[in-house]
């Protein structure tokens, strides 16, 4: 007997999207977000723009989503006005994963929790000029939300793959789609999470981590994809920050198709080694090789691993309506290349100045 399809879990979208003003000469850092914010702030994005760990860094975190309309507007709508602000103030607001240069002088924003996380990372707090991508989907219990993040553990490389954003450092092509990643990868937890059987072995395990290095609260776990701590969501930070709205907000839909699509999936496929080796990979080649294939565990070329991807996300992208623009989203990524490819273009092309005229471009 044929058994009944199971239904497509519809749900909603939440995205924080982190930027980082920049010199526009130099494009190095600007501890001007304070400025900016207020800026911002008279703005209907009032409730939603809130300072970061630099002071060169602020964060715009979405209302419920529902719709790709819904998220095309709101952010569409925020960074037009960023950027409007910013060149009013003389800086570039840029989507980047990190800036492409640095100084040695750059301030942390006050704050008891960003001095306390300082004190504890000692001289990694330097290099975590970083900026992400993250993104929440909305699941009906703390269970779902494990489920959730067991289910995405094999396609976080090809997710970070999609979205590298981060190849220059100190001024130097890093020769890495992400160099972000591998910045974090220096934190007490970081990169794939592990497997958890449900919620309370998520709770115990968390917890017994809480002192141990630089893992003060539950909110310093730094796992690609964790229950958020504060919202009924399952929370992905694989992404590097994009350059523009038009990239943040597919990566968005299809991460929500992967969780919203039917699986029969109760145990982890895959060995966590081998999906840890796969992100690294993915930091480094972006689309620009071989990623790791969940289905075998084998190298496969790039673009047949996202396009299995964008398969499995099917059902959930079709009953949101969102298949055809994450479709053509992936097609494009493929042809033309992700944000760390713009970049490396950009600045081909026009060196400081090229890049950052794309950079701008939010």
């Not at 982890?268 to 969940?294: I, K, N």
């Not at 970049?343 to 794309?358: H, K, S």
Request: proline share 6%; charged share 25%; glycine share 8%.
């Amino acid at each position: 007997m044929r058994s009944r399809p199971r239904k497509v879990a519809m749900t909603t979208i939440g995205l924080e999207e982190e930027f980082m003003l920049l010199d526009p000469r130099t494009l190095a850092p600007v501890g001007r977000a304070a400025e900016v914010i207020e800026a911002v702030r008279v703005t209907v994005h009032a409730p939603f723009v809130t300072s970061e760990f630099y002071a060169s860094q602020l964060e715009y975190a979405s209302p419920i989503l529902s719709t790709s309309e819904d998220a095309s507007r709101e952010l569409g709508s925020f960074r037009v006005a960023l950027a409007e602000i910013a060149t009013r103030l003389g800086v570039v607001a840029a989507g980047v994963g990190l800036p492409f240069d640095v100084t040695d002088d750059a301030r942390l924003t006050p704050g008891a929790r960003y001095l306390d996380i300082a004190d504890h990372f000692g001289a990694i707090v330097a290099d975590h000029q970083l900026n992400g991508l993250h993104v929440h989907v909305g699941v009906p219990d703390r269970e779902a939300a494990i489920r959730a993040s067991n289910r995405l553990r094999p396609w976080l490389p090809a997710l970070l793959a999609l979205s590298g954003n981060s190849p220059f450092w100190h001024g130097r092509d890093t020769g890495f789609a992400s160099w972000r990643c591998i910045h974090i990868r220096r934190w007490t937890t970081s990169g794939i999470p592990p497997y958890f059987r449900d919620a309370d072995d998520y709770d115990a395990r968390a917890t017994r981590l809480l002192g141990v290095g630089g893992t003060t609260d539950i909110g310093t776990l730094n796992w690609a994809a964790r229950p958020s701590a504060k919202y009924p969501t399952v929370e992905v930070r694989v992404f590097d920050a994009q350059l523009d709205a038009t990239t943040s907000i597919p990566l968005a839909l299809l991460t929500r198709g992967v969780i919203a699509s039917p699986s029969d999936d109760d145990e982890p496929a895959l060995p966590q080694e081998l999906l840890d080796a796969a992100l690294w990979h993915a930091a480094r080649y972006g689309m620009s090789a071989g990623l790791v294939d969940p289905a075998s565990g084998s190298m496969r070329p790039a673009a047949e691993v996202v396009r299995r991807l964008l398969q499995v996300a099917k059902p959930g992208l079709e009953a949101h309506g969102d298949h055809e623009r994450v479709a053509a989203f992936v097609d494009r990524t493929i042809a033309d290349g992700t944000g760390a490819d713009r970049q490396r273009r950009a600045y081909a092309r026009g060196g400081r100045d090229g890049l950052g005229d794309l950079l701008a471009h939010l």
